[in-house]
C-alpha cells in the first residue's frame, strides 16, 4: 500500500476542543514553511497557489503538486479530518481512515497533526506504518511549535501510539498496565526464575520492589492492594 498513517475517531467531535486542535495545526502549518527542506502545502488535490483548508468544518491538506509545471509532486493522499464524519455510525463506534504519504515531504506535517489530534482527541487510536524512529522529525516538529509531542510514541500500544505519561500515569496514579509493562520489558531473570519456582511469596517481594523504584523515580505513592493486584496479573513471555 505504500507508507500510511492510520486513524480510528468517532464520528462527531467536540466542537470546543476541536477548535483547539484547528489552532494548533494553523500553527503547525505556518511554521512549515520555514522548516529545511521548505514544507510546500495546499489544499485536498495539491493545487499549486491553494492554501489547505483548516476551520471548524475540517482539517484538510496535501502536498503541494508542482509535476505541471516541470517541478516535484510533492502531494500523495490527502489529510482530511472533519469535525462530523459523514459515515453513518454510533456515537462510540470509531471510524477508520488513513492518510499514505509516500514519505514525501508533507509527512512532517501529518505526523505533527495527528499527534495534535491524539492529544486533544486521547480517545482515538493512532497507528502507522512506521515505527519510533520515522515518526522522530514530526515527533521534534511538533514539541518545538506546540510544546507537546515529545513523549508520544507510536508504538505505545498494540491498537495506538499514546503519549507515554498517559500509559504511566492517570490522575497522578501510576496504571498496572504501566508497571506490568515494566516489569515484563525488563524480562527479569529473578522474576521468571521466581515464576518457575512457583514461590509466590518471592515473587510478590520482587514485585513490590520494582514498584518502588518506579515510585521513587516519579514521586507517585502506590497504594498497599495494589502489589498483590499486580502480581496475580503480570505474565512473563519465555
Not at 522548516?35 to 491553494?50: K, W
Not at 489529510?79 to 481512515?97: D, G, M
Not at 515494566?182 to 524480562?187: A, G, P
Request: proline share 2%; glycine share 8%.
Amino acid at each position: 500500500m505504500g507508507y500510511t498513517h492510520y486513524f480510528r475517531r468517532q464520528k462527531e467531535l467536540d466542537r470546543q476542543k476541536f477548535q483547539k486542535l484547528v489552532d494548533d495545526v494553523r500553527k503547525l502549518i505556518k511554521a512549515s514553511a520555514k522548516v529545511e527542506p521548505r514544507v510546500l502545502l495546499a489544499d485536498g488535490r495539491g493545487t499549486v497557489g491553494s492554501v489547505p483548508q483548516v476551520n471548524l468544518e475540517a482539517i484538510v491538506f496535501n502536498g503541494m503538486d508542482y509535476s505541471e509545471q516541470g517541478g516535484q509532486d510533492g502531494s500523495h493522499e490527502t489529510v482530511y479530518i472533519p469535525r462530523v464524519e459523514y459515515v453513518e455510525a454510533t456515537p462510540k463506534e470509531l471510524i477508520f481512515n488513513f492518510c499514505k504519504t509516500a514519505r514525501k515531504d508533507y509527512d512532517l506535517v501529518v505526523v505533527a497533526t495527528l499527534i495534535a489530534f491524539k492529544k486533544h482527541f486521547p480517545e482515538i487510536k493512532v497507528t502507522s506504518d512506521g515505527n519510533q524512529e520515522d515518526w522522530e522529525a514530526g515527533i521534534a516538529f511538533c514539541q518545538e511549535i506546540l510544546g507537546y509531542g515529545a513523549s508520544f510514541n507510536i508504538e505505545a500500544t498494540d491498537d495506538g501510539g499514546d503519549f507515554e505519561e498517559n500509559v504511566k500515569e492517570v490522575d497522578g496514579k501510576i496504571t498496572r498496565e504501566y508497571v506490568i509493562k515494566f516489569l515484563t520489558d525488563k524480562k527479569v531473570d529473578s522474576i521468571c526464575e521466581e515464576i518457575r519456582q512457583g514461590d509466590i511469596e518471592s515473587l510478590t517481594t520482587i514485585i513490590r520492589d520494582g514498584i518502588d523504584a518506579i515510585s521513587e523515580q516519579s514521586n507517585v505513592v502506590l497504594e498497599n492492594d495494589f502489589y498483590m493486584a499486580t502480581s496475580q496479573d503480570i505474565q512473563i513471555e519465555e
